[in-house]
C-alpha cells in the first residue's frame, strides 16, 4: 500500500490484531493510535461441552453453526481437554457444519475439518441465516457457537424452523482490564486530533461509548466524531452499531475484512475527502 496519509493520525481499537493493524496505517504514511476496546475472556465450558458431546452421540446428523473463530477453536480446545475430541469430530462428521465467514473456516481446516456450508459476504446474520435455508432443521439438533454475546436474531430465526437448539458460549467480550489507554484517546478525539477512526468490530464502537460515558462526555465525542473525522466500520454489522450510536460512517468496504477497509480509508484521506 503506498504512502498516502503524509502523517495524519488514525484511532484504532483493534486488540487481538493491533501490530498488524497499526503497521499497515504506518506503511501508509499515518501515525497509528491504538487503544485497545476488547477483551475476549474464556468461560469455564467443560460441563457444558461434555454435556453436549453426550447428546451429539445420540444424534445421527447434528448440524453445527459456527459463528466465530474464536468460538469454534475454543469448542475444540474443551474437546481436546476433556480427552474427548475424537467424540466432537465424529459428530461433526456424521452432520452438517455451516460457518458465518473466513475465521471459522479457518479454525476448522486447522483442525483438518472443511466446512459443509459458508455464509456469503459480508457475512451478516441475515446471510448466515440464508445459507442454512438449505439446511432441513426441523427436529434436528443444532449447535450454535456464538461469538462473545449471544445472537438473539439467530436464535429466533434457528427456533422458528424447528431446531432442537443447543446454544454455546465459550466466550465473551469484556473492556479491557486496563481501560487508561480507552480513556486516554475519548481525550484526543474530544481535541480532535485525529483524521479518521476505524472500528473492526461492533463491540469497540459500544465499548469506546460505555468508556465515555463512564467519563460524562458521551455526546460530546459524539459530537466531535461528527466534526470532520472519517469514520470507518469493517462491514455492514459494525456501522450498524455506529448507527445505533449516532454515527454514520463514510468508510465501509465490499470486502469487510481489515485490509480493504484501511485501503478504502486511506484513498479517501488522501482525496482530500472530509466527513460530511
Same mark, same amino acid.
Not at 481436546?80 to 465467514?101: F, K, M, N, Q
Given at each position: 500500500?503506498?504512502?498516502?496519509?503524509?502523517?495524519? @493520525?488514525?484511532?484504532?481499537?483493534?486488540?487481538?490484531?493491533?501490530? $498488524? *493493524?497499526? %503497521?499497515?496505517?504506518?506503511?501508509?504514511?499515518?501515525?497509528? +493510535?491504538?487503544?485497545?476496546? +476488547?477483551?475476549?475472556?474464556? @468461560?469455564?465450558?467443560?460441563?457444558?461441552?461434555?454435556?453436549?458431546?453426550?447428546?451429539?452421540?445420540?444424534?445421527?446428523?447434528?448440524?453445527?453453526?459456527?459463528?466465530?473463530?474464536?468460538?469454534?477453536?475454543?469448542?475444540?480446545?474443551?474437546?481436546?481437554?476433556?480427552?474427548?475430541?475424537?467424540?466432537? &469430530?465424529?459428530? *461433526?462428521?456424521?452432520?452438517?457444519? #455451516?460457518? &458465518?465467514?473466513?475465521?471459522?473456516?479457518?479454525?476448522?481446516?486447522?483442525?483438518? !475439518? #472443511?466446512?459443509?456450508?459458508?455464509?456469503?459476504?459480508?457475512?451478516?446474520?441475515?446471510?448466515?441465516?440464508?445459507?442454512?435455508?438449505?439446511?432441513?432443521?426441523?427436529?434436528? =439438533? #443444532?449447535?450454535?457457537?456464538?461469538?462473545?454475546? &449471544?445472537?438473539?436474531?439467530? #436464535?429466533?430465526?434457528?427456533?422458528?424452523?424447528?431446531? @432442537?437448539?443447543? %446454544?454455546?458460549? =465459550?466466550?465473551?467480550?469484556?473492556?479491557?482490564?486496563?481501560?487508561?489507554?480507552?480513556?486516554? !484517546?475519548?481525550? $484526543?478525539?474530544?481535541?480532535?486530533?485525529?483524521?479518521?477512526?476505524?472500528?473492526?468490530?461492533?463491540?469497540?464502537? &459500544?465499548?469506546?461509548? $460505555? !468508556?465515555?460515558?463512564?467519563?460524562?462526555?458521551?455526546?460530546?465525542?459524539?459530537?466531535?466524531?461528527?466534526?470532520?473525522?472519517? !469514520?470507518? /466500520?469493517?462491514?455492514?454489522?459494525?456501522?450498524?452499531?455506529?448507527?445505533?450510536?449516532?454515527?454514520?460512517?463514510? +468508510?465501509?468496504? $465490499?470486502?469487510?475484512?481489515?485490509?480493504?477497509?484501511? /485501503?478504502?480509508?486511506?484513498?479517501? =484521506?488522501?482525496?482530500?475527502?472530509?466527513?460530511?
Amino acid at each position: 500500500m503506498p504512502e498516502k496519509l503524509n502523517g495524519q @493520525r488514525i484511532a484504532l481499537f483493534e486488540s487481538r490484531l493491533a501490530n $498488524e *493493524i497499526s %503497521e499497515i496505517v504506518r506503511r501508509s504514511g499515518g501515525v497509528p +493510535v491504538c487503544a485497545p476496546a +476488547v477483551r475476549e475472556r474464556r @468461560r469455564p465450558a467443560g460441563e457444558d461441552v461434555s454435556a453436549l458431546l453426550d447428546e451429539a452421540a445420540r444424534e445421527a446428523a447434528p448440524v453445527f453453526v459456527f459463528s466465530t473463530g474464536v468460538g469454534t477453536t475454543a469448542l475444540f480446545d474443551e474437546a481436546r481437554a476433556l480427552g474427548r475430541l475424537p467424540d466432537l &469430530r465424529s459428530a *461433526i462428521d456424521r452432520g452438517t457444519t #455451516v460457518c &458465518r465467514g473466513p475465521k471459522p473456516v479457518a479454525a476448522l481446516h486447522r483442525e483438518g !475439518i #472443511v466446512a459443509k456450508a459458508k455464509a456469503q459476504a459480508p457475512y451478516t446474520t441475515a446471510e448466515l441465516v440464508a445459507a442454512l435455508s438449505q439446511v432441513d432443521l426441523s427436529g434436528r =439438533l #443444532v449447535v450454535l457457537v456464538h461469538y462473545g454475546e &449471544r445472537n438473539d436474531e439467530l #436464535v429466533e430465526a434457528l427456533s422458528a424452523r424447528g431446531a @432442537r437448539l443447543r %446454544e454455546m458460549m =465459550l466466550y465473551q467480550w469484556e473492556l479491557p482490564e486496563d481501560t487508561s489507554p480507552l480513556v486516554r !484517546i475519548v481525550e $484526543e478525539l474530544l481535541q480532535g486530533g485525529f483524521a479518521a477512526a476505524a472500528f473492526t468490530s461492533q463491540i469497540q464502537a &459500544r465499548h469506546l461509548f $460505555e !468508556i465515555a460515558g463512564r467519563m460524562g462526555c458521551k455526546e460530546r465525542l459524539l459530537a466531535a466524531l461528527r466534526s470532520g473525522m472519517v !469514520i470507518a /466500520a469493517v462491514g455492514p454489522t459494525c456501522a450498524h452499531a455506529l448507527e445505533e450510536l449516532g454515527l454514520t460512517p463514510q +468508510v465501509v468496504p $465490499e470486502n469487510p475484512k481489515m485490509g480493504p477497509m484501511l /485501503a478504502e480509508l486511506c484513498d479517501r =484521506l488522501a482525496g482530500g475527502k472530509a466527513a460530511p
